[in-house]
């Protein structure tokens, strides 16, 4: 398997229900980050977790990290319409320089 | 609130051409990259770059990629003979001092490559 990579490949909920997505890695990281893409679009930071973290919010958003287990989810609290999107976990490598590992992604539909 | 541009947002281009994929990062950003999206793929990395050098790059940027900063504004990805499998989303991103162990890096709109 790839650094960085999340299941479901895709999720369909309703809205006000909440979404929840993982990613796995593999090798040792610095931190991990959540971004978002709206189609044919820029990424969007979410939010970033440290390897030394366990856990993070921010608004809707929760993640948490198990370094153990060298796993990542991400949790989208009362979801709306406006969050479909395809949502990325990438791992900042702990290597001698800057290397971002991006994973396949999910593909989120929140149905009104 | 600042934000990374690219140009052009669409290039299409015959193969064997040069290409130049232009970005401006934030401007007290240090650290700056290149990804690419295949329709319907995920993000990969290309290559980032610090300090007037590639830091690191992937094994998807061989030698007909190269990267510059040739002023204190922009960076540029340069494809030398570009190939059918070089079309892609090109995304150009920047990120801030590293110092807290923070990357949280602003992505760029991306620019569209369509090589014929």
């Known amino acids: 398997s790839q650094q960085g990579e999340e299941d479901p490949q895709a999720l369909s909920i309703q809205e006000g229900e909440n979404a929840t997505m993982n990613c796995s890695y593999k090798t040792s990281i610095n931190n991990l980050q959540w971004y978002r893409q709206n189609s044919g679009r820029g990424l969007v930071h979410l939010i970033l977790?440290?390897?030394?973290?366990r856990e993070k919010h921010s608004g809707r958003l929760r993640v948490t990290l198990d370094t153990s287990k060298k796993s990542s989810s991400l949790l989208i609290t009362a979801s709306r319409a406006a969050d479909t999107a395809s949502y990325f976990c990438?791992?900042?490598?702990?290597?001698?320089?800057?290397?971002?590992?991006f994973g396949a992604g999910t593909r989120l539909f929140v149905k009104a | 609130e600042p934000e990374v541009t690219q140009t052009p947002s669409h290039q299409v281009t015959q193969m064997g051409q040069e290409v130049i994929l232009r970005c401006v990062p934030i401007?007290?950003?240090?650290?700056f990259y290149w990804y690419r999206q295949i329709l319907g793929q995920k993000v990969e990395f290309l290559v980032s770059?610090?300090?007037?050098?590639?830091?690191?790059k992937s094994e998807i940027f061989d030698d007909q990629f190269s990267v510059e900063r040739p002023d204190g504004s922009n960076f540029t990805l340069k494809i030398r003979s570009t190939k059918l499998e070089d079309s892609a989303m090109y995304f150009c991103a920047s990120s801030d001092l590293r110092g807290t162990g923070k990357n949280e890096q602003f992505f760029g709109p991306g620019t569209r490559l369509t090589v014929l």
């Open positions: 770059f610090y300090n007037n050098e590639i830091s690191e």
């Open positions: 977790i440290r390897s030394n973290e």
């Open positions: 990438a791992t900042d490598l702990r290597t001698g320089g800057f290397k971002t590992i």
């Open positions: 401007s007290n950003h240090l650290y």
